[in-house]
T-cell receptor
């Protein structure tokens, strides 16, 4: 399977804490994207990092990419209860948006 | 941002019937749309790539005769689950690819939950 792996599978933290999720993938990529999915809903695009980038920020989100290790991490700082959701990484090998999704991390942020 | 809609949002049907799911790009044209399937507590798995005016490209292990895809216009792709069975019960999500500022971006629909009894 070409699917990426994410860890942890589930993460439970308190509001205000930081949450870190990791993603590993198997093939060369053009870019890697992170998505959020609330229970039973569609996906929301969070951030895209290209293969020639090493770090990217967007608000409380920080994404790193290590192409030598074929891995990426998503850091959510100062988490809020509203951040509770599943988070997926997705790799795009061609640059034409044919995405391969990771297994996902279920994040629970308690008030 | 661009909007992609799906209809219906949920459907319950009897085993053996066919179900059609529509995916529309509301404010942009999409030459390419993707169909994904997501089982409970699992990740999205790409089923097929839908290309306007041509045959869809199916991923390995996805039966093209069971999951019929028609991309009749630049704003509409349909997925028909033929002779649905309980194991086809899943969350089906479409996405549409758009080109903006020289970059490709993908926008996801809200998903359609299918329950086959």
């Amino acid at each position: 399977s070409q699917q990426g792996e994410e860890d942890p599978q589930a993460l439970s933290i308190q509001e205000g804490e930081n949450a870190t999720m990791n993603c590993s993938y198997k093939t060369s990529i053009n870019n890697l994207q992170w998505y959020r999915q609330n229970s039973g809903r569609g996906l929301v695009h969070l951030i895209l990092i290209r293969s020639n980038e090493r770090e990217k920020h967007s608000g409380r989100l920080r994404v790193t990419l290590d192409t030598s290790k074929k891995s990426s991490s998503l850091l959510i700082t100062a988490s809020r209860a509203a951040d509770t959701a599943s988070y997926f990484c997705a790799t795009d090998a061609s640059g034409f948006q044919k995405l391969v999704f990771g297994t996902g991390t279920r994040l629970l942020v308690s008030p | 941002g661009a909007v992609v809609s799906q209809h219906p949002s949920w459907v319950i049907c009897k085993s053996g019937t066919s179900v059609k799911i529509e995916c529309r790009s509301l404010d942009f044209q999409a030459t390419t749309m993707f169909w994904y399937r997501q089982f409970p507590k699992q990740s999205l798995m790409l089923m097929a790539t839908s290309n306007e005016g041509s045959k869809a490209t199916y991923e390995q292990g996805v039966e093209k005769d069971k999951f019929l895809i028609n991309h009749a216009s630049l704003t509409l792709s349909t997925l028909t689950v033929t002779s649905a069975h309980p194991e086809d019960s899943s969350f089906y999500i479409c996405s549409a690819r758009a080109r903006s500022g020289g970059r490709e971006t993908q926008y996801f629909g809200p998903g359609t939950r299918l329950l086959v009894l």
